[in-house]
């Protein structure tokens, strides 16, 4: 069966500092992958998507970049984080269009 | 971009009480999606329905689509107090799975 793990669950940094989140999946072949930004009380905002390997797609512009160096993994980093950077970032997974995404079970970052 | 935005956005209700959340949505779809959010988790995947489809089922949710006045409501049936929860709707206009989410709706159910 498939699964998506992300890491850390939890992560406090001060402004300025970079930031790296991870995301891998498994179970499964050249899923397209995203990342996601929820602000507390409000829905989800598509961060980036990726279709394969290499392959990034940024859906607004801010202070974030995503990587994809293998074919389950997907990165999303920054490498001055502003205090506007804090939420829950989610990621999530799919295989065909107009089939559901699964998502991973999030990273709550707070910049201090 | 395209955004779903569901109403109300907050419902409090008796354990066995049915639960209804409404979703509208501005442009053309492909399908539209709800999804389950509990406190601190990632989102579950509850309900596809397509923009050919009218009504779908799966055990205690009925979800419903109007393409016409561009509307879906999603309905709990005999709500228990694992259902409390946020819920989205999450539409995809180009049938490539770039998701539009609305705001949600959290649900409290009283044992």
């Known amino acids: 069966s498939q699964t998506i793990h992300q890491w850390p669950a939890t992560l406090v940094q001060p402004v300025g500092s970079p930031l790296s989140l991870e995301c891998t999946v498994e179970?499964?072949?050249?899923?397209?992958l995203y990342w996601y930004r929820q602000a507390a009380g409000r829905g989800l905002q598509l961060l980036f998507y990726s279709v394969g390997i290499g392959q990034i797609s940024s859906e607004v512009p801010q202070n974030l970049s995503a990587s994809r160096p293998q074919d389950r993994q997907f990165i999303l980093s920054s490498k001055k984080l502003l205090l506007s950077d804090s939420g829950f970032y989610l990621c999530a997974w799919s295989v065909l269009p107009d089939q559901p995404q699964h998502f991973g079970d999030g990273t709550r970052l707070s910049i201090l | 971009s395209q955004q779903g935005e569901e109403d109300p956005q907050a419902l409090s209700i008796q354990e066995g009480e049915n639960a209804t959340m409404n979703c509208s949505y501005k442009?053309?779809?492909?399908?539209l999606q709800w999804y389950r959010q509990n406190s601190g988790r990632g989102l579950v995947h509850l309900i596809l329905i397509r923009s050919n489809e009218r009504e779908k089922h799966s055990g205690r949710l009925r979800v419903t689509l109007d393409t016409s006045k561009k509307s879906s409501s999603l309905l709990i049936t005999a709500s228990r107090a694992a259902d409390t929860a946020s819920y989205f709707c999450a539409t995809d206009p180009y049938g490539n799975n770039r998701l539009a989410f609305g705001k949600g709706n959290q649900v409290v159910v009283i044992p």
């Open positions: 179970g499964t072949s050249n899923p397209n």
């Open positions: 442009t053309s779809i492909n399908n």
